[in-house]
């Protein structure tokens, strides 16, 4: 047996109805045009809510959950009506005083808890709230999540809680004001939609808890949200609501004004746990560019080593290029959208449509170019979790004044609308929150990693001198693209003093770029054009580490550097200016040398060190493997990013098969 709350039942319950002290809004609230109260101000929503609740309940050992309760209007009609006059009644959320608490439970024998349903936003996180609604897993019939999910910064917490304390079969109904697309486009542009009006006269308080609209919903993007979290689509609808009829317009609040307002009433129904076999999650990879260089290197990384079973992963690369096509021929699903200029509203669109087309679950951009469009397309296709991923500081890009200014302008905006943000490096993550403070409850370091069974298995140290006609004398190695950033020049500019000591010394240039005939001219003009070998970009570089006796990185920036950890992984001493991310690798002295950017004697003295000293040099090596063995692998890679994506939406790990869950703990 179920209940049916018919309108005119709901009008004689409001009727009779005695508000309390924490529902009523007081008389001079310019807001209303009537003395108001909560429950009557939302009396269109709370019927149709109440109404499809109450027809899932059954009417046996029933169990409500308010997510987000105060003022307490739900529950206290609730136990009015005599369908669930006996029900064990819950709410949990925020804004909750111990007056309020000790009120409800006398009141209606209501238990009260505070609980923080939005981690993500990081807002009260010094306050020690537990995360956790503290009832057990499966004990729940009925969660209602009404007008909530737009305060949040991710709802995907509020809607893993529901799940795991919702029966089989059990219900969640959740209401939010309706949306459009363009809606979310205002946000992007300038900061608040069309709905973000009924906010308190000159809100900034960012103590309080009650919170401004943070994001409001399309329906498809709450139906997709709900489905990925584990619950099945029982009803989706729009609903007028012409209880704001009530509000008048004032000058601060730009309020409502006579109007209607259409809200989005979702229910969705818990899933018997593992009666469907959960879907990989499509994860899409924006690049920053079609190169290869330490992002690209990141995400050949990740395609190789992905749970296929939790992911299926896609590369969206921003013009043709070597990476595309060594993707392609790995079979990874590859597209290509062109992301120039820096402003092109037609790639924001055309980036959208693709996302949206391939059903994207998760969107993670790579570089400030594909962090700006991803960000705005993602908000456009309704993709539920954008991770942006930083993989060197802004203020190190090699771009003119005017266009990194613009760069941080833009991400200044944008960044907080993302769920989380990636660096590679504890330096470059210092640089983000000097450069946007807000952001820094949702920004973590995950370092690079390396698959070290590669290069456990060490290359032919014979292979590359026989084949470059090199005889037995030390070979220097310098691997990376020939950009001014890679600090090549002053590598040269340190190889008259070497050759002086070993004449027979050979420099060998990995890479490929635009500083490539400027760097050969200067080795001319140095007289060392003889040492040095340009060999361009190459596939298999473990016999160049092999045949290396010293791996030298001379660069003005980095973030976490791949060729730092390959090196060491194959017991290279290497030799590097200590910038960003680099000492969070090496241990100066310890398992390699360190030099100040920008300085060939320091760079020439590091060098020769090392080759007068092989013994010193063999034990830098090993030192370095150990350290990258440990402390720098794939696997830890891949899960401190799989936590994050969990963290930003933890649908994921409620939505991991039960063998998946075994297998983590």
């Known amino acids: 047996m179920t209940y049916d709350l018919t309108r005119h039942r709901f009008l004689n319950l409001l009727a009779s109805y005695q508000p309390s002290t924490y529902e009523s809004f007081g008389q001079q609230d310019e807001r209303f045009s009537v003395p108001m109260h909560h429950a009557m101000k939302c009396r269109d929503r709370l019927h149709v ?69 939005d981690p993500v936003g990081g807002h009260f996180q010094t306050k020690g709230y537990s995360k956790e609604v503290p009832l057990p897993d499966h004990s729940t019939q009925l969660v209602f999540a009404l007008e909530i999910i737009e305060h949040l910064t991710s709802p995907f917490h509020l809607l893993a809680e529901a799940y795991r304390i919702l029966r089989s079969g059990g219900h969640i109904i959740l209401t939010t004001p309706n949306v459009t697309r363009i809606g979310n486009v205002f946000k992007l ?88 076999t959960m879907k990989p999650v499509v994860l899409a990879e924006l690049a920053g560019s079609a190169g290869y260089g330490g992002g690209e290197r990141y995400l050949e990384l990740l395609f190789e080593h992905v749970d296929r079973d939790r992911f299926r992963p896609m590369l969206i690369c921003p013009e043709p290029g070597p990476f595309v096509d060594k993707m392609i021929a790995r079979h990874i699903p590859t597209h290509i959208v062109h992301l120039r200029p820096l402003f092109n509203p037609l790639a924001v669109v055309t980036l959208a449509n693709l996302l949206k087309r391939n059903e994207v679950t998760i969107l993670q951009t790579h570089g400030a170019r594909a962090n700006v469009y991803g960000c705005l397309a993602a908000r456009l296709a309704g993709v539920p979790c954008v991770v942006a991923t930083i993989h060197n500081s802004i203020r190190d890009y090699e771009v003119g004044l005017i266009k990194r200014y613009l760069y941080l302008a833009i991400l200044r905006v944008l960044f907080p609308l993302t769920d989380r943000l990636i660096c590679v490096s504890d330096a470059i993550k210092r640089d983000v929150l000097a450069d946007c403070p807000g952001v820094a409850t949702r920004t973590t370091t995950v370092r690079n990693g390396i698959d070290q069974r590669r290069f456990s298995r060490s290359g032919d140290p014979h292979k590359i001198r026989k084949e470059w006609s090199v005889g037995n004398g030390p070979v220097l190695l310098i691997v990376g693209r020939l950009t001014e950033q890679k600090g090549h020049r002053f590598f040269i500019k340190a190889l008259p003093g070497l050759l002086a000591e070993w004449p027979s010394l050979v420099c060998f240039f990995v890479g490929e770029g635009e500083c490539r005939d400027a760097l050969r001219s200067l080795a001319g003009a140095m007289n060392v054009e003889h040492a040095c070998r340009f060999v361009g970009a190459q596939n298999n570089v473990d016999d160049w580490y092999a045949a290396a006796d010293v791996v030298v990185l001379p660069s003005l920036s980095e973030g976490l550097p791949f060729v730092v950890l390959e090196a060491m992984a194959m017991a290279r001493p290497v030799v590097a200016s200590s910038v960003n991310g680099v000492p969070e690798i090496i241990q100066d002295g310890l398992n390699g040398l360190l030099i100040p950017p920008r300085n060939p004697q320091a760079l020439e003295e590091a060098i020769r060190s090392l080759l007068r000293d092989p013994v010193q040099a063999a034990r830098m090596g090993k030192a370095g493997q150990q350290h990258v063995a440990t402390a720098f692998t794939v696997g830890k890679m891949l899960d401190d990013t799989v936590r994050v994506f969990e963290e930003a939406m933890p649908a994921l790990s409620v939505g991991a098969s039960p063998k998946v869950q075994e297998e983590a703990a």
């Open 49 to 117: 809510a109440l109404r499809i609740g109450l027809r899932t309940l059954p009417s046996d050992r029933q169990t409500i959950v308010d997510l987000g309760p105060f003022p307490g209007s739900l529950l206290r009609l609730l136990r009015r009506i005599d369908y669930t006059k006996s029900a064990q009644l819950y709410g949990a959320g925020l804004m909750i005083s111990q007056d309020f608490v000790n009120f409800m439970q006398h009141d209606i024998q209501a238990n009260i808890l505070t609980v923080d349903l």
């Open 189 to 276: 542009l300038i900061g608040r939609s069309p709905n973000d009006r009924l906010a308190p006269p000159g809100y900034k308080n960012p103590d309080d808890e009650w919170r401004p609209h943070a994001r409001e919903y399309a329906m498809h993007e709450l139906a997709d949200m709900l489905r990925q979290t584990g619950f099945d689509i029982a009803e989706s609808r729009y609903f007028l609501g012409e209880d704001t009829q009530d509000c008048r317009q004032t000058a601060s609040q730009h309020s409502i004004n006579g109007e209607c307002i259409y809200a989005v009433l979702i229910y969705g129904k818990s899933l018997d746990r593992w009666e469907k």
